[in-house]
């Protein structure tokens, strides 16, 4: 009986031991926790063409996104200035794929890539919206600062173009200029744009009244809209209308007298300068746009035009 006892006694002993030693590991020896934020940051030598700008959206999209698909190219129209500035800066020039889709405002571009996931295409930097996402260029994202210095790789200016006579003969639209590149139709462009001029000085209004026509690019459109509008509210008398039309036709039409000004997104061709004077209105970049899906953050120029002239390229071809 006494033996029975013992080994009853021996055997509550360990159960004891048992759960203590259980209970001190949990209480006293925890698991290590990685660093949350050295988990969360890049490693050095990862792949800057895949690495995600927002971590949380990006990771639920990753996993799904196929790579292996086609590419969905959409380009500008010929004409288009903002075409003409992105095929310059990236070599594509005449090369342009066959199979890129055309389109023929910064509107329906954008609508393109938001409603297709493996699309790719460009816009003015001044027209993204939170429906597409821009990439890095070489390493470089769009911004004011990257546009204003240079170091974003599809800078560019925008220009108003309008003929000497026309100037020298109307008040009206040497007014409108001066408003233009003045402190407050300046500061106008600052919200969503790089301004052109560094100290610009204030605005004087004339009181004037009359009609301007200006047409051309349908990237300057928006920030033009800004300032008719602006200069119309000072001058109550003045109507300005503005025409989205393309650079090309803008110039065009500028220069036949047409229109008062030409709205132009890329740089003036030697035929255009024999016949058109030009300031310089803002500056601004081509964004290279991605559906947000999308988890790749950027491309190199080489990427990029590979893209554009091949056409029909897989996402796995560009990244892998």
Same mark, same amino acid.
């Not at 500008?76 to 003409?84: L, V």
């Given at each position: 009986?006494?033996?029975?006892? %013992?080994?009853?006694?021996?055997?509550?002993?360990?159960?004891?031991?048992?759960?203590?030693?259980?209970?001190?590991?949990?209480?006293?020896?925890?698991?290590?926790?990685?660093?949350?934020?050295?988990?969360?940051?890049?490693?050095?030598?990862?792949?800057?063409?895949?690495?995600? =700008?927002?971590?949380?959206?990006?990771?639920?999209?990753?996993?799904?996104?196929?790579?292996?698909?086609?590419?969905?190219?959409?380009?500008?129209?010929?004409?288009? #200035?903002?075409?003409?500035?992105?095929?310059?800066?990236? #070599?594509?020039?005449?090369?342009?794929?066959?199979?890129?889709?055309? &389109?023929?405002?910064?509107?329906?571009?954008?609508?393109?890539?938001?409603?297709?996931?493996?699309?790719?295409?460009?816009?003015?930097?001044?027209?993204?919206?939170?429906?597409?996402?821009?990439?890095?260029?070489?390493?470089?994202?769009?911004?004011?600062?990257?546009?204003? $210095?240079?170091?974003? /790789? &599809?800078?560019?200016?925008?220009?108003?173009?309008?003929?000497?006579?026309?100037?020298?003969?109307?008040?009206?639209?040497?007014?409108? +200029?001066?408003?233009? +590149?003045?402190?407050?139709?300046?500061?106008?462009?600052?919200?969503?744009?790089?301004?052109?001029?560094?100290? /610009?000085?204030?605005?004087?209004?004339? $009181?004037?009244? #009359?009609?301007?026509?200006?047409?051309?690019?349908?990237?300057?459109?928006?920030?033009?809209?800004?300032?008719?509008?602006?200069?119309?509210? +000072?001058?109550?008398?003045?109507?300005?209308?503005?025409? %989205?039309?393309?650079?090309?036709?803008?110039?065009?039409?500028? =220069?036949?007298?047409?229109?008062?000004?030409?709205? =132009?997104?890329?740089?003036?061709?030697? #035929?255009?300068?024999?016949?058109?004077?030009?300031?310089?209105?803002?500056?601004?970049?081509?964004?290279?746009?991605?559906?947000? =899906?999308? /988890?790749?953050?950027?491309?190199?120029?080489?990427?990029?035009?590979?893209?554009?002239?091949?056409?029909? &390229?897989?996402?796995? $071809?560009?990244?892998?």
């Amino acid at each position: 009986m006494k033996k029975v006892v %013992s080994i009853i006694l021996v055997c509550a002993f360990a159960i004891i031991m048992i759960a203590a030693c259980g209970n001190g590991e949990t209480e006293t020896a925890p698991a290590v926790q990685a660093d949350p934020v050295a988990e969360s940051t890049p490693a050095p030598d990862a792949n800057p063409t895949t690495e995600p =700008a927002q971590e949380e959206p990006v990771e639920e999209v990753q996993d799904d996104f196929d790579f292996d698909r086609f590419i969905a190219v959409f380009t500008r129209e010929d004409g288009s #200035g903002t075409r003409d500035a992105f095929v310059d800066a990236t #070599g594509v020039d005449d090369d342009m794929s066959v199979e890129a889709a055309v &389109l023929t405002s910064t509107g329906s571009i954008r609508t393109a890539v938001a409603e297709n996931e493996l699309a790719i295409s460009y816009v003015s930097v001044g027209s993204l919206n939170d429906e597409v996402r821009a990439v890095a260029i070489d390493g470089v994202y769009p911004s004011d600062d990257t546009v204003r $210095d240079g170091s974003f /790789p &599809l800078s560019r200016r925008f220009l108003l173009a309008f003929t000497e006579e026309n100037l020298a003969g109307n008040e009206l639209l040497q007014d409108f +200029l001066d408003f233009v +590149l003045s402190a407050e139709g300046q500061e106008l462009l600052a919200g969503s744009w790089t301004p052109a001029v560094a100290n /610009p000085a204030p605005f004087e209004s004339s $009181d004037l009244s #009359g009609n301007l026509t200006i047409s051309g690019s349908t990237s300057v459109a928006p920030a033009m809209d800004l300032l008719a509008e602006a200069y119309m509210d +000072l001058n109550p008398n003045v109507q300005i209308d503005v025409m %989205s039309t393309g650079t090309g036709t803008g110039l065009e039409q500028a =220069a036949t007298g047409v229109a008062d000004i030409g709205m =132009a997104s890329r740089e003036l061709r030697e #035929g255009e300068l024999e016949n058109l004077e030009y300031i310089p209105m803002l500056l601004d970049g081509v964004a290279v746009i991605v559906n947000i =899906a999308n /988890p790749i953050q950027g491309l190199t120029m080489t990427q990029v035009r590979e893209i554009f002239v091949e056409g029909t &390229l897989r996402w796995s $071809d560009v990244v892998s």
